[in-house]
């Protein structure tokens, strides 16, 4: 196995058995989604949608994507779907989504706050540093809940407590923060998961 696969592998088996930090949650549901900006990139791009791992052999090319295949390619078979955003011809950010109730990328995703309805977890975003700060970001999350939010489902994104970058953009594509998550999971135990609620009223399902 090449080194990338198993670092990758070493990721993935990471986030299984060890979770810790201050989340913030943040949520859209069909209500928001209605307020939700029509945001476009500042640069010409387009994205796309990939649902299956057959699909993302075409991607092999571009080599920020050859270099976490084995990551994306397992996620796809947890019926995640990959949004890659291309700008000319490359490949400029990515993000992953979970649906919920089918596959938890991260075991904090096992609180009570992510449970209830379909719902879908925003992972594994980020747009590549020569880009950052052209709307490529929230331009993706509008497009994830777009796509995702017909009638009663909720999508989900979190953000590291200090990430600012993070919550701005966010915030641009309308999504609302709903709370505060404090975790810690080592191995098979959960010794902290306590969330702390900033919105009066809960994001309805
Ligand atoms: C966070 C991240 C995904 C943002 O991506 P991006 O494509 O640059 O974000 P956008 O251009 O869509 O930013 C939208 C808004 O967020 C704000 N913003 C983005 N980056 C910012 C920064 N570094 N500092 C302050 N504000 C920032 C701006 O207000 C921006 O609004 P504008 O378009 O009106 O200028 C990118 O910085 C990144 O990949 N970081 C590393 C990985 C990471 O933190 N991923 C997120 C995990 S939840």
Not at 138 to 160: A, M, P
Request: glycine residues 6%.
């Amino acid at each position: 196995m090449e080194l990338n696969a198993v670092l990758s592998w070493l990721s993935l088996l990471k986030h299984r058995f060890y979770c810790s930090g201050e989340k913030y949650v943040f949520g859209m549901s069909a209500d928001t989604l209605v307020g939700m900006p029509d945001l476009s990139p500042r640069i010409e791009s387009r994205c796309e949608v990939i649902r299956d791992p057959a699909g993302f052999d075409r991607q092999t090319s571009y080599p920020e994507i050859k270099k976490e295949i084995f990551k994306f390619k397992y996620y796809l078979r947890q019926g995640c779907q990959v949004y890659l955003v291309f700008h000319q011809n490359a490949v400029v950010a990515h993000a992953v989504v979970a649906r919920l109730n089918r596959f938890r990328p991260y075991s904090f995703a096992n609180h009570a706050v992510f449970q209830g309805g379909t719902s879908y977890l925003v992972f594994y975003g980020q747009t590549f540093p020569e880009y950052r700060g052209q709307g490529i970001n929230s331009y993706i999350l509008t497009q994830i809940c777009k796509n995702n939010i017909k009638t009663g489902e909720r999508v989900f994104v979190t953000s590291d407590w200090d990430n600012v970058a993070s919550h701005k953009t966010i915030q641009k594509a309308g999504f609302k923060k709903i709370g505060v998550l404090n975790y810690l999971k080592v191995s098979f135990f959960t010794l902290r998961a306590v969330f702390k609620a900033t919105e009066v009223e809960p994001l309805r399902s």
